[in-house]
């Protein structure tokens, strides 16, 4: 199936695996590029050693394209970019949008640039300081998230670029890609559906969690880290809702100093990526120490299991996922399915190509 994003990236399918923190690791992105997708491996959560020694076990599983998600307001964002132009990366996906300047270094050296964005005047930004395409999240969406459906949300960031725009955000399948490229998407991004596979480190007795929960099962809370976060609706979840402002802050700087011990950051680095945070997202301290409160909650929930103590972030689609496949039969399935569909419709005709 042949897209713009295909044609893009050097992919056989119009299908990408988000760049989960805690779960978008070596096997997942592997697993995904062998499928004929694109895998975008997690460098939030790793320090910039783990994202070198990630980057090397990627290429050994595969000879295959692959993603690596950064952080562009982190200290130490200049040297991760030179490491995948060094080891030649293919893609570098951002969940916040990167410098003019940091796209033009990628682009000049080959690099694939995807930013994430939320709404249409943010692709418009992207797009004019030379981003390759853009994924688009729909408030369906798990982990930060916004609060206009894809539905709207697709279209009006179709309507304002010229780029190649993936849609993410409630898809789980082949119908959702037909949709996705029928609005004039250039392919889906999924990330729950990926993290219940079966090639995902996430813990099982975690996954069959999330097996349980109805379309009714996540929450958009902002007591994480003070943005708006869709997670499963946990007893931890109900309690941080219920705690007070004070109380909050006092655990989320518990959590950040925990998350410096295990990272290996030293505190000055800590203070200078929150200081660049609170800068350029125009946050308050309060807001900076919340953001820093994310990681371990995650880590607590997705890589030690513990649910009573961690959170898990979730698109809605968690409630209509009842299996564990592995990776490549989600890719072939999604495709297959996506491809009769269009078929159906008569919108496949011989040697057709969607862009």
Same mark, same amino acid.
């Given at each position: ?20 923190? /805690? ?53 130490? !964002? ?7 132009? *060094?080891?030649? @990366?293919? @893609? ?16 000049? $050296? ?9 709404a249409a005047r943010h692709a418009e930004k992207v797009a004019a300081w030379g981003a390759d395409a853009v994924i688009v999240q729909g408030g369906e969406g798990g982990g930060h998230t916004g609060g206009v459906a894809t539905t709207l949300l697709l279209p009006s960031v179709l309507d304002a670029v010229d780029i190649p725009v993936v849609a993410a955000g409630g898809f789980y399948d082949g119908r959702g890609l037909a949709a996705a490229l029928a609005y004039g998407a250039a392919g889906v991004a999924m990330g729950t559906r990926f993290l219940l596979s079966k090639e995902s ?5 975690? *996954?069959?969690?999330?097996?349980? $929960? ?41 959590? !950040? ?17 929150? /200081?660049?945070?609170? $800068?350029?997202?125009?946050?308050? /301290? ?48 999604? @495709? ?17 190509? /969607?862009?």
């Open positions: 199936m042949s897209t713009a994003l295909t044609r893009l990236v050097g992919i056989d399918h119009p299908v990408v695996q988000t760049g989960m923190g /805690w779960v978008a690791g070596p096997r997942l992105v592997s697993a995904t590029a062998e499928a004929g997708g694109l895998g975008i491996l997690a460098s939030a959560t790793m320090t910039f050693a783990e994202l070198a020694a990630a980057i090397a076990e990627v290429k050994e599983r595969t000879g295959r394209p692959f993603g690596v998600n950064l952080r562009a307001d982190a200290a130490d !964002a200049p040297d991760r970019v030179d490491l995948l132009i *060094k080891e030649g @990366v293919r @893609v570098a996906s951002f969940a916040l949008a990167p410098r003019k300047e940091m796209i033009a270094k990628l682009r000049d $050296h080959g690099v694939v640039v995807i930013p994430s964005v939320g480190t996430v813990p099982d007795e975690v *996954k069959q969690l999330y097996l349980t $929960h109805e379309l009714t099962g996540t929450v958009v809370t902002h007591r994480v880290d003070g943005l708006p976060h869709r997670v499963l609706r946990t007893g931890l979840v109900d309690r941080l809702e219920s705690a007070g402002r004070a109380r909050g802050l006092l655990a989320a700087a518990r959590n !950040a100093a925990r998350f410096r011990r295990i990272t290996g950051l030293s505190l000055s680095s800590l203070l200078r990526e929150g /200081w660049a945070m609170k $800068h350029r997202n125009g946050l308050s /301290w309060s807001q900076v120490v919340m953001a820093a409160n994310t990681p371990m909650l995650l880590r607590a929930g997705l890589v030690e299991g513990r649910t009573d103590a961690g959170v898990l972030a979730s698109g809605q689609v968690v409630g209509l996922i009842r299996e564990l496949p592995g990776v490549p039969e989600i890719v072939r399935s999604t @495709v297959d399915e996506a491809t009769e569909i269009l078929r159906r419709l008569g919108a496949d005709g011989e040697g057709r190509s /969607w862009s």
